[in-house]
Protein backbone atom coordinates (compact mmCIF):
# COMPACT_ATOMS: atom_id res chain seq x y z
CA UNK A 1 0.00 0.00 0.00
CA UNK A 2 2.95 2.31 0.48
CA UNK A 3 4.24 1.58 -2.66
CA UNK A 4 1.33 2.64 -4.21
CA UNK A 5 1.00 6.02 -2.30
CA UNK A 6 4.60 6.80 -3.34
CA UNK A 7 4.15 6.10 -7.27
CA UNK A 8 1.42 8.81 -7.19
CA UNK A 9 3.27 11.01 -5.56
CA UNK A 10 6.21 10.62 -7.69
CA UNK A 11 3.62 10.73 -10.69
CA UNK A 12 2.30 14.44 -9.48
CA UNK A 13 5.26 15.27 -9.03
CA UNK A 14 6.47 14.76 -12.80
CA UNK A 15 3.33 16.14 -13.68
CA UNK A 16 4.19 19.16 -12.09
CA UNK A 17 7.42 19.58 -13.73
CA UNK A 18 6.40 19.22 -16.81
CA UNK A 19 3.50 21.29 -16.76
CA UNK A 20 5.82 24.83 -17.02
CA UNK A 21 8.13 23.10 -19.78
CA UNK A 22 4.55 22.56 -21.85
CA UNK A 23 3.45 25.96 -21.00
CA UNK A 24 6.92 27.18 -22.01
CA UNK A 25 6.18 24.83 -25.90
CA UNK A 26 2.64 26.30 -25.83
CA UNK A 27 3.75 29.81 -25.40
CA UNK A 28 7.23 29.53 -28.06
CA UNK A 29 4.69 28.65 -30.65
CA UNK A 30 2.20 31.07 -30.62
CA UNK A 31 5.27 33.26 -31.05
CA UNK A 32 6.78 31.32 -33.76
CA UNK A 33 3.27 30.31 -35.57
CA UNK A 34 2.17 33.90 -35.58
CA UNK A 35 1.80 34.54 -39.53
CA UNK A 36 3.26 37.72 -41.02
CA UNK A 37 0.85 39.22 -43.35
CA UNK A 38 3.43 41.47 -45.21
CA UNK A 39 5.83 38.08 -46.13
CA UNK A 40 3.27 35.98 -47.33
CA UNK A 41 2.75 35.08 -50.68
CA UNK A 42 -0.49 35.53 -52.53
CA UNK A 43 -2.36 31.98 -53.88
CA UNK A 44 -2.17 31.29 -58.09
CA UNK A 45 -4.86 29.91 -58.55
CA UNK A 46 -8.83 30.71 -57.25
CA UNK A 47 -10.19 28.79 -53.96
CA UNK A 48 -12.79 26.82 -56.83
CA UNK A 49 -9.83 25.75 -58.88
CA UNK A 50 -8.51 24.04 -55.95
CA UNK A 51 -10.87 22.67 -54.71
CA UNK A 52 -12.11 21.19 -57.78
CA UNK A 53 -8.60 20.32 -59.13
CA UNK A 54 -7.12 18.02 -54.98
CA UNK A 55 -7.95 14.73 -55.10
CA UNK A 56 -8.21 12.34 -52.19
CA UNK A 57 -4.82 11.30 -51.09
CA UNK A 58 -2.62 14.27 -52.79
CA UNK A 59 -0.76 16.05 -50.56
CA UNK A 60 -0.79 19.83 -50.09
CA UNK A 61 2.12 21.97 -49.92
CA UNK A 62 2.14 25.29 -48.15
CA UNK A 63 3.94 28.34 -48.03
CA UNK A 64 3.72 29.93 -44.94
CA UNK A 65 4.72 33.44 -43.51
CA UNK A 66 5.51 32.86 -39.75
CA UNK A 67 8.70 32.67 -37.98
CA UNK A 68 8.09 29.05 -37.67
CA UNK A 69 7.56 28.67 -40.99
CA UNK A 70 10.91 30.72 -41.71
CA UNK A 71 13.12 28.19 -40.35
CA UNK A 72 11.68 25.45 -41.64
CA UNK A 73 12.31 27.21 -45.23
CA UNK A 74 16.36 28.17 -44.02
CA UNK A 75 17.00 24.29 -43.16
CA UNK A 76 15.00 22.95 -46.44
CA UNK A 77 16.24 25.96 -48.85
CA UNK A 78 12.59 25.69 -49.81
CA UNK A 79 9.78 27.39 -50.63
CA UNK A 80 7.42 25.19 -48.84
CA UNK A 81 7.43 25.12 -44.87
CA UNK A 82 3.96 23.25 -44.20
CA UNK A 83 2.06 19.62 -45.46
CA UNK A 84 -1.19 18.45 -45.40
CA UNK A 85 -3.08 15.53 -46.92
CA UNK A 86 -6.58 15.34 -48.75
CA UNK A 87 -8.62 12.92 -46.94
CA UNK A 88 -11.72 14.18 -48.75
CA UNK A 89 -12.54 15.86 -51.97
CA UNK A 90 -15.58 16.78 -54.30
CA UNK A 91 -14.00 17.48 -57.24
CA UNK A 92 -16.66 14.61 -58.92
CA UNK A 93 -19.63 16.86 -57.64
CA UNK A 94 -22.01 19.17 -59.17
CA UNK A 95 -21.37 21.67 -56.80
CA UNK A 96 -17.42 22.10 -56.28
CA UNK A 97 -16.98 23.94 -53.48
CA UNK A 98 -13.77 24.18 -50.72
CA UNK A 99 -16.34 23.45 -47.89
CA UNK A 100 -16.35 19.66 -49.48
CA UNK A 101 -11.91 19.30 -49.02
CA UNK A 102 -11.02 18.27 -45.90
CA UNK A 103 -7.21 17.67 -45.09
CA UNK A 104 -5.31 16.29 -41.84
CA UNK A 105 -2.58 17.61 -40.37
CA UNK A 106 -0.12 17.84 -37.56
CA UNK A 107 -0.39 21.69 -35.94
CA UNK A 108 1.76 23.51 -33.42
CA UNK A 109 -1.52 24.43 -31.76
CA UNK A 110 -3.81 21.51 -32.22
CA UNK A 111 -1.80 18.64 -33.22
CA UNK A 112 -3.08 15.82 -35.82
CA UNK A 113 -6.47 16.89 -36.89
CA UNK A 114 -8.75 17.88 -40.21
CA UNK A 115 -8.88 21.44 -41.30
CA UNK A 116 -11.15 22.56 -43.89
CA UNK A 117 -9.59 23.61 -46.94
CA UNK A 118 -10.49 26.98 -46.64
CA UNK A 119 -7.52 27.53 -44.07
CA UNK A 120 -4.93 27.26 -47.03
CA UNK A 121 -7.14 28.45 -49.97
CA UNK A 122 -6.00 32.43 -50.05
CA UNK A 123 -2.33 30.73 -49.38
CA UNK A 124 0.73 30.10 -52.07
CA UNK A 125 0.13 26.21 -52.49
CA UNK A 126 1.14 23.55 -54.35
CA UNK A 127 -0.54 19.81 -55.24
CA UNK A 128 1.24 16.75 -55.25
CA UNK A 129 -0.14 13.64 -56.32
CA UNK A 130 0.83 10.19 -56.26
CA UNK A 131 0.63 7.91 -59.04
CA UNK A 132 -0.80 4.54 -59.34
CA UNK A 133 -2.50 3.98 -55.81
CA UNK A 134 -5.76 2.05 -56.16
CA UNK A 135 -8.73 3.27 -54.51
CA UNK A 136 -8.44 0.61 -52.03
CA UNK A 137 -4.69 1.93 -51.22
CA UNK A 138 -6.04 5.20 -51.17
CA UNK A 139 -8.61 4.01 -48.25
CA UNK A 140 -5.63 2.67 -46.35
CA UNK A 141 -3.55 5.90 -46.71
CA UNK A 142 -6.27 8.25 -45.20
CA UNK A 143 -7.48 5.52 -42.45
CA UNK A 144 -3.45 5.40 -41.09
CA UNK A 145 -3.29 9.28 -40.96
CA UNK A 146 -7.02 9.48 -39.25
CA UNK A 147 -5.40 7.12 -36.50
CA UNK A 148 -3.55 9.57 -35.70
CA UNK A 149 -6.06 12.45 -34.70
CA UNK A 150 -5.60 13.89 -31.57
CA UNK A 151 -2.29 12.93 -31.23
CA UNK A 152 -0.09 16.02 -29.87
CA UNK A 153 2.62 18.26 -31.69
CA UNK A 154 5.83 17.17 -30.97
CA UNK A 155 6.73 20.52 -28.90
CA UNK A 156 10.33 19.07 -29.06
CA UNK A 157 10.93 20.02 -32.71
CA UNK A 158 9.82 23.75 -31.92
CA UNK A 159 12.10 24.43 -29.22
CA UNK A 160 14.79 22.70 -31.81
CA UNK A 161 13.96 25.19 -34.42
CA UNK A 162 13.57 28.10 -32.75
CA UNK A 163 17.53 28.00 -32.00
CA UNK A 164 17.84 28.99 -36.30
CA UNK A 165 15.76 32.03 -35.52
CA UNK A 166 18.04 33.20 -33.61
CA UNK A 167 21.21 33.48 -36.09
CA UNK A 168 21.12 31.76 -39.38
CA UNK A 169 24.05 29.82 -39.12
CA UNK A 170 26.29 28.94 -42.16
CA UNK A 171 25.05 25.21 -42.51
CA UNK A 172 26.68 22.80 -44.78
CA UNK A 173 23.99 21.70 -47.10
CA UNK A 174 24.91 18.11 -46.72
CA UNK A 175 24.01 18.26 -42.83
CA UNK A 176 20.57 20.28 -43.19
CA UNK A 177 19.10 16.59 -44.09
CA UNK A 178 20.01 15.45 -40.75
CA UNK A 179 19.24 18.79 -38.62
CA UNK A 180 15.53 18.27 -39.67
CA UNK A 181 15.81 14.75 -37.65
CA UNK A 182 14.60 16.70 -34.84
CA UNK A 183 11.82 16.37 -32.74
CA UNK A 184 11.54 13.82 -29.58
CA UNK A 185 11.35 10.73 -31.52
CA UNK A 186 8.02 10.30 -29.32
CA UNK A 187 5.55 7.62 -31.93
CA UNK A 188 2.63 9.57 -30.13
CA UNK A 189 4.00 12.86 -31.35
CA UNK A 190 4.07 13.79 -34.75
CA UNK A 191 5.23 16.84 -36.89
CA UNK A 192 3.66 17.96 -41.02
CA UNK A 193 5.86 16.18 -43.15
CA UNK A 194 6.60 12.99 -40.84
CA UNK A 195 3.27 11.96 -40.51
CA UNK A 196 2.14 12.17 -44.18
CA UNK A 197 5.48 10.24 -44.65
CA UNK A 198 4.33 7.29 -42.21
CA UNK A 199 1.30 7.43 -44.00
CA UNK A 200 3.14 6.92 -47.26
CA UNK A 201 5.53 4.45 -45.88
CA UNK A 202 2.44 2.65 -44.46
CA UNK A 203 1.29 1.24 -48.05
CA UNK A 204 4.42 1.04 -49.28
CA UNK A 205 4.25 4.03 -51.68
CA UNK A 206 8.20 5.41 -52.19
CA UNK A 207 9.03 9.16 -51.87
CA UNK A 208 12.67 9.85 -51.22
CA UNK A 209 13.60 6.48 -50.47
CA UNK A 210 17.43 5.62 -50.45
CA UNK A 211 18.54 3.54 -53.21
CA UNK A 212 21.48 1.14 -53.28
CA UNK A 213 23.23 -0.63 -56.51
CA UNK A 214 24.36 -4.57 -56.15
CA UNK A 215 26.42 -5.82 -59.00
CA UNK A 216 24.85 -8.67 -60.78
CA UNK A 217 26.61 -12.29 -60.38
CA UNK A 218 26.29 -13.04 -63.75
CA UNK A 219 30.32 -12.75 -65.25
CA UNK A 220 28.65 -11.87 -68.82
CA UNK A 221 27.01 -9.05 -67.23
CA UNK A 222 29.65 -6.55 -65.36
CA UNK A 223 28.24 -3.12 -65.70
CA UNK A 224 24.75 -4.34 -64.57
CA UNK A 225 23.52 -3.20 -61.47
CA UNK A 226 20.26 -4.24 -59.33
CA UNK A 227 18.95 -1.29 -57.49
CA UNK A 228 16.75 -1.59 -54.04
CA UNK A 229 14.98 0.93 -52.24
CA UNK A 230 15.70 1.92 -48.93
CA UNK A 231 12.68 3.20 -46.66
CA UNK A 232 14.41 6.60 -44.89
CA UNK A 233 13.35 7.46 -41.71
CA UNK A 234 10.24 9.46 -41.51
CA UNK A 235 11.93 11.97 -39.31
CA UNK A 236 14.02 13.33 -42.11
CA UNK A 237 11.47 14.29 -44.56
CA UNK A 238 10.32 17.49 -45.23
CA UNK A 239 7.88 19.30 -47.51
CA UNK A 240 9.88 20.03 -49.93
CA UNK A 241 10.62 16.61 -50.83
CA UNK A 242 7.31 15.71 -51.91
CA UNK A 243 7.93 18.41 -54.74
CA UNK A 244 11.37 17.13 -55.51
CA UNK A 245 10.05 13.84 -55.69
CA UNK A 246 10.46 11.75 -58.57
CA UNK A 247 7.18 9.49 -57.53
CA UNK A 248 5.04 12.18 -57.16
CA UNK A 249 3.16 14.48 -59.90
CA UNK A 250 2.44 17.99 -59.71
CA UNK A 251 -0.92 19.49 -60.45
CA UNK A 252 -1.34 23.15 -61.80
CA UNK A 253 -4.69 24.17 -61.36
CA UNK A 254 -4.91 27.18 -63.32
CA UNK A 255 -3.52 24.32 -66.39
CA UNK A 256 -6.01 21.79 -65.14
CA UNK A 257 -8.92 23.65 -65.84
CA UNK A 258 -8.92 24.20 -69.62
CA UNK A 259 -6.45 27.11 -69.44
CA UNK A 260 -5.92 28.93 -72.67
CA UNK A 261 -3.95 32.00 -72.32
CA UNK A 262 -5.80 33.73 -75.73
CA UNK A 263 -8.32 34.20 -73.12
CA UNK A 264 -6.09 36.49 -70.86
CA UNK A 265 -7.01 40.45 -70.49
CA UNK A 266 -4.01 42.23 -70.31
CA UNK A 267 -3.95 46.06 -69.69
CA UNK A 268 -2.51 48.25 -72.37
CA UNK A 269 -0.90 50.88 -70.05
CA UNK A 270 2.26 52.75 -71.75
CA UNK A 271 4.65 50.87 -70.05
CA UNK A 272 2.71 47.38 -71.69
CA UNK A 273 3.03 49.16 -74.92
CA UNK A 274 6.64 49.88 -74.50
CA UNK A 275 7.69 46.55 -73.51
CA UNK A 276 5.27 45.37 -76.61
CA UNK A 277 7.02 47.65 -79.25
CA UNK A 278 10.71 46.74 -78.55
CA UNK A 279 9.93 43.18 -77.96
CA UNK A 280 8.54 43.62 -81.93
CA UNK A 281 11.59 45.33 -82.47
CA UNK A 282 14.07 42.86 -81.40
CA UNK A 283 11.94 40.24 -83.52
CA UNK A 284 12.01 42.17 -86.52
CA UNK A 285 16.23 42.82 -86.02
CA UNK A 286 16.24 39.35 -86.14
CA UNK A 287 14.49 38.63 -88.90
CA UNK A 288 16.37 41.44 -91.01
CA UNK A 289 19.81 39.44 -90.27
CA UNK A 290 19.04 36.05 -90.92
CA UNK A 291 17.59 37.09 -94.69
CA UNK A 292 20.98 39.08 -94.74
Known amino acids: MVIVIINKEQKNASHKMMNPLKALGKSLANYLSKPNENASSPATCSPEQLAATLRQGDVLLVEGSSRFSKAIKYLTQSTWSHAALC ?42 RPVGLTTQEVAELVTYAESRLGQQYDLKHIFDLSRYLIYAPPVPTHWRRRMLALGSGDPTKAICSSLIAQA ?11 ITKEQLEDPDCKRSFNEFLHIRHHSLFAPRDFDISPYFQIIKPTL ?12 DDKRDVEHLFSRNKVINNNKTSSKS
Not at 87 to 93: A, E, G, L, M, R
Not at 96 to 118: M, Q, R, T, Y
Not at 202 to 210: G, M, N, W
Open 256 to 267: NDEFDYHKLIWR
Open 87 to 128: ISDNYQSTDINVKGCELIEADVHDGVSKVPLSKYCKLHTRIC
Open 200 to 210: FQFVSYPILPE
